[in-house]
């Protein structure tokens, strides 16, 4: 008998289960039994956990479980139970920017995020068969790309002693999805166990003296890929019977979610940006930054060494006129949105309140025209400037921080002193070009 992170514990009596939450080893039968004081005369009832520290968050109750990444973006998590299978234990995995890594995850940090674990009881079991046991529907409040589902200590084993009790080998199925039906794909770990596009199932089951990852319970981290508003996935378990069986058959199913990031790469004085990338992008194509970290803060990446692609071509001119300064940007835009954009004029190394220009872009647009109103002259030289698709206009307002959707690009520009041609509109007008390196 094994807690769900696959830690041998003594005897497979469910009254001694721990996990390990944060790093603390928790006794869930303790747990409940001092929930019950307070719940006497309320059947069925479990209350919702809080996690409201750290950098992501959930809450937790029996039909319900609500989510928060630190981009902004929302996950609703509706359980419906098969059967009569109900839920005995809704618990919260707290936010652990000290979390351990962890050998079937990916990135390996995937526990520093917050989740949830729920404790499944009382579905049909069917000694050398399978039970349905729960459907989990993920909505989340706005489109996302390639969201990573890390399942871990998923899977159960219930008995009075070694010689007399039941384990149930867990799948998960692929069961629908919105705009479309997404996959699996496997990114790490689920030793034991075979992932296909639409389910996560053991390679085989049989007798076990304990259990770990890989051995009744498993263990890793799957890409939903493609971009989804919404996933449903269905628990399964197999039970292989010992002796007389277990009492009551239990099953524990625990997640964490990450999203993929663009993140800025300007130099440091100019402040971290950081997206969630969904449905809607900056130029042709938005790629993921920090696949080997999940994010607990907004980070950066190096100057200069993103490949972005909404300003293009040597030199890529901003055209001006007097002192308005305008620039076509290329855009996906899949639903609302607006561009922002900031260009150090001063070159003081801060984008700065009034060197920012906002302009909406319509649901299907395919370009943005920004444009830059400044009161004198700029001077010659390098300059900074980001651009920032964001999904609402209060995102507009800073050029760092965390959005819940779009893209962040900065690229670096050479002021000069413009001349009479096509991209300039007069004589003695300013122009941005690309900055050779």
Not at 233 to 248: E, M, P, Q, S
Not at 289 to 299: C, E, P, S, Y
Not at 317 to 324: E, I, K, P
Not at 367 to 372: D, E, G, I, M
Request: proline share 6%; glycine share 12%; with cysteine.
């Amino acid at each position: 008998m094994t807690t769900p992170r696959g830690r041998p514990v003594r005897g497979p009596r469910s009254d001694r289960t721990t996990i390990d939450i944060g790093g603390s080893k928790v006794a869930i039968r303790g747990l409940l039994a001092g929930l019950a004081v307070v719940l006497v005369g309320v059947p069925g009832l479990v209350p919702a956990a809080y996690a409201d520290v750290g950098p992501s968050s959930f809450t937790n109750a029996a039909a319900t479980a609500v989510g928060r990444t630190p981009s902004g973006v929302t996950v609703t998590v509706r359980k419906k139970m098969i059967g009569k299978t109900r839920v005995a234990s809704a618990e919260v995995l707290p936010a652990n920017p000290a979390a351990d890594d962890d050998e079937y995850l990916a990135p390996a940090n995937a526990k520093t995020a917050a989740g949830f674990i729920d404790l499944y009881e009382d579905f049909a079991a069917r000694p050398g068969g399978w039970s349905d046991v729960a459907t989990l529907t993920f909505t989340f409040s706005r489109p996302v790309r390639d969201p990573s589902l890390h399942v871990f200590g998923t899977g159960g084993s219930s008995g009075a002693s070694t010689a007399n009790r039941d384990d149930f080998w867990p799948a998960i199925d692929m069961v629908s999805g919105l705009p479309v039906k997404p996959a699996f794909a496997k990114t790490a770990g689920f030793p034991g166990y075979r992932v296909s596009a639409g389910t996560i199932e053991p390679e085989r089951v049989y007798s076990v003296r304990s259990t770990t990852c890989g051995v009744v319970y498993t263990c890793g981290t799957v890409k939903v890929a493609g971009t989804v508003t919404e996933f449903t996935i269905k628990l399964r378990a197999r039970d292989v019977r010992y002796g007389a069986g277990g009492t009551n058959p239990q099953v524990w199913g625990s997640f964490k979610l990450s999203l993929t990031e663009d993140v800025s790469d300007a130099p440091v004085s100019y402040g971290a940006a950081a997206h969630a990338i969904g449905d809607s992008f900056l130029g042709r194509s938005v790629s993921a930054d920090h696949g080997a970290a999940v994010g607990t803060r907004v980070r950066g990446l190096p100057a200069g060494t993103d490949d972005d692609d909404a300003v293009t071509g040597s030199p890529a001119r901003v055209a001006s006129c007097d002192l308005t300064y305008s620039l076509v940007v290329p855009v996906r835009s899949q639903s609302p949105a607006y561009v922002a954009g900031w260009i150090d004029f001063n070159h003081n190394g801060r984008f700065d309140a009034d060197e920012r220009a906002v302009t909406r872009v319509a649901d299907g647009a395919l370009a943005a025209t920004l444009k830059w109103t400044v009161t004198q002259t700029p001077r010659t030289g390098p300059a900074w400037m980001r651009l920032r698709l964001v999904t609402s206009a209060g995102a507009t307002a800073s050029p760092t921080g965390w959005a819940d959707g779009g893209e962040v690009e900065d690229h670096q520009i050479e002021l000069v002193e413009g001349t009479v041609g096509a991209d300039t509109a007069e004589s003695g007008a300013w122009r941005a070009e690309a900055a050779t390196n």
